[in-house]
């Protein structure tokens, strides 16, 4: 029954919806029916056009997301082992996190041009911010006894840190990537809605020009989509890699 709730939820939201799109109070162009949606979902599958505009997207997003991930990972283990970067660099990233970056969008656009540079490096900038927090706190959390016993058996410093640190971090690392990964997304699209000429933001933003709102949501819910499938990605990634989490939770 748990699997099955989300499902009647979205069940009755669809339901709703098509029932407020067929009462008339409101113009089609505000509420399309669910058929209308449907109807361009099948269209945008159909053209391969606009599996490439998904496609420009999703380049765009994972290539800052994969930049902030190996940025965002050795700076955040930096700081969690060493308390002289951490004292530098942690008032920054607590005092810088809560700017909303999109705002430095004109300088990236001034810097990088209009193309997929600016958009990559503003999501860099975005993802960079949770993975480096939840690393550093991951770092800072590794338990002293696994250290000392590290330690006592003769291990370096340089084995410690791959077979002690990164190994208890790792739960932290992927807790920041599922915050990453859909800001990736979100970011990518409103850079597209607002300079571009490609990709899903774009498609967006020239429907809601075009009063094409059952092509707009359409859209939506392509995004909605991938954003799902990374996510779940992401989840099966530390499924696998983080195996000794379910031993522990089997064993307690």
Do not use: H
Request: charged content about 15%; some cysteine.
């Amino acid at each position: 029954m748990s699997r099955l709730l989300p499902f009647v939820f979205i069940g009755v939201v669809l339901a709703t919806w098509e029932a407020v799109a067929r009462s008339g109070l409101w113009s089609p162009l505000l509420f399309p029916s669910l058929e209308k949606i449907g109807r361009e979902l099948v269209l945008f599958f159909s053209r391969p056009e606009s599996l490439m505009e998904a496609w420009v997207s999703l380049e765009r997003a994972m290539g800052g997301f994969a930049l902030a991930a190996v940025v965002g990972i050795l700076l955040g283990i930096v700081m969690g082992r060493s308390r002289v970067v951490a004292a530098l660099l942690d008032p920054l990233f607590s005092g810088t996190y809560a700017v909303p970056k999109l705002a430095l969008f004109p300088i990236f656009i001034f810097v990088f041009g209009i193309g997929s540079l600016s958009k990559v490096a503003l999501v860099f900038l975005e993802c960079l911010y949770p993975i480096v927090i939840m690393t550093y706190a991951g770092a800072r959390e590794v338990q002293e006894k696994l250290l000392w016993s590290a330690r006592n058996m003769g291990a370096s410093r340089a084995a410690i840190l791959r077979r002690v640190v990164i190994p208890a971090t790792t739960p932290f690392i992927f807790a920041g990537f599922r915050v990453a990964v859909p800001v990736a997304m979100i970011v990518v699209v409103i850079t597209e809605m607002i300079s571009s000429a490609d990709g899903l933001g774009y498609q967006v933003i020239y429907a809601m020009a075009s009063l094409k709102t059952d092509r707009m949501l359409a859209v939506v819910v392509v995004i909605a989509a991938l954003g799902y499938l990374l996510d779940k990605a992401v989840v099966l990634a530390r499924d696998r890699l983080i195996y000794w989490e379910k031993l522990d939770t089997y064993y307690v």
